[in-house]
């Protein structure tokens, strides 16, 4: 275990439960990068850096790697992008689990999904709130308070001398004057600190993430776009959280530094090879097992996951019944016991991955 830790740094957990978070709130690293660097595009967009922590962990500790991989492959669904959606009457439809970033690694749907995409009639994403910026922030503004401190409290009244000294050198050297998110809820700020400089630069420059593309595509080819959630709603199951819980993220993160590069990329190789159930055995391994953190990724996981997934499908069975849909969504939205891949087969579906 100390191994792990010293790879990844007792940190990198906190910043993996965001770059986590990221992943399950659709649009949060958008909004972010529209309030904050909008017009700041880079000219020269920095080169990605990162490496592996999975494949250092099973040079330098293989019985946890072991333990991670068993774990792993005994995770419900936990193998597999796309899976397909059948149901007596219903013309078959396609799930198909995204991340949200706009590495040109996971912005390009492999062979099977694109077939299925191509061919389908209706196409499904998180929220399509995403699609017309203008009209979400609309939206966020008839509830300030998902974003802002409303009150007298502001983002270093939260900190102590400590963790404000980290905080404000963190966000210097990301080139954001501390004053100017003082009074910005530190959700909002943890999605951009969570986030590679690269990526930032990217979506800073129009790079969408390949649920927006997919969804723009689909309407550029008059073919019907439905949403699953709003902007507003994924804010405030996000916001549920325990202030202390998005406080201790945000300077753990910033403590983190360019090793944020290296979670970043864990996340796209384990992506890359369709290994969902991987996410939380890694998860697990790095976790020091204090009973705050457990709390706190508790009440995550029930929040940004769970919760979501029983909506999403109540929100998609009216569309899926039309026949014919690809929905795209988060991937680690899709294994484990309370996944969408199992909720839909709860819900009637016969479900079954597609190589």
């Given amino acids: 275990m100390k191994r792990v830790i010293a790879i990844a740094d007792r ?15 659709f ?11 909008a017009g700041k595009a880079h000219a020269d967009v920095p080169v990605c850096t990162g490496a592996d922590l999975l494949s250092a962990l099973q040079k330098d500790d293989p019985a946890t790697y072991a333990r991670i991989e068993a774990q792993a492959a005994a995770t419900l669904n936990g193998k597999g992008l796309l899976w397909k959606l059948e149901k007596s009457g ?20 492999p062979p099977a999904a694109k077939r299925a995409y191509d061919a389908a009639g209706t196409i499904i994403i998180e929220t399509t709130d995403v699609l017309d910026k203008q009209k979400m922030m609309e939206a966020m503004l008839k509830e300030p308070e998902l974003m802002m401190f409303t009150d007298s409290t502001t983002l ?12 404000n050198k963190g966000l210097d050297a990301r ?9 910005m809820k530190p959700w909002l700020l943890s999605a951009m600190v969570a986030l590679p400089v690269c990526e930032v630069a990217r979506q800073a420059g129009g790079a969408p993430v390949l649920d927006v593309k997919l969804a723009e595509d689909a309407k550029a080819n008059g073919k019907p776009v439905e949403g699953l959630e709003t902007a507003a ?14 406080i201790k993220g945000l300077v753990e993160t910033l403590k983190l530094g360019d090793k944020i590069n290296d979670i970043n990329e864990t996340m796209i190789v384990l992506y890359q090879r369709g290994d969902t159930g991987t996410f939380w ?14 709390a706190g ?29 690809f929905m795209a969504v988060g991937a680690l939205h899709l294994p484990g016991p309370e996944g969408l891949v199992e909720d839909f087969r709860k819900a009637g579906y016969t479900v079954t991955a597609v190589d």
């Fill in 11 to 25: 940190a990198a957990l906190a910043s993996l439960k965001l770059l986590v978070a990221l992943n399950a709130l």
């Fill in 27 to 37: 649009f949060l690293s958008f909004l972010i990068v529209l309030l904050l660097a």
């Fill in 90 to 109: 219903e013309k078959p439809s396609f799930l198909f689990g995204t991340m949200h970033m706009t590495d040109p690694r996971v912005t390009a749907l």
């Fill in 156 to 167: 270093s009244s939260l900190l102590s001398p400590e963790d404000a000294a980290v905080v």
């Fill in 175 to 183: 080139g954001i004057p501390p004053a100017s998110v003082s009074k």
């Fill in 233 to 246: 709603g994924q804010l405030r199951a996000m916001a549920s959280l325990p202030i202390a819980f998005h």
């Fill in 281 to 294: 055995p890694l998860l697990r391994s790095m976790s020091p097992g204090e009973e705050d953190d457990a």
């Fill in 297 to 325: 990724y508790a009440a995550f996981e029930q929040a940004m996951i769970t919760d979501r997934n029983k909506v999403m499908v109540d929100h998609a069975q009216p569309i899926l019944a039309k026949g014919n849909a």
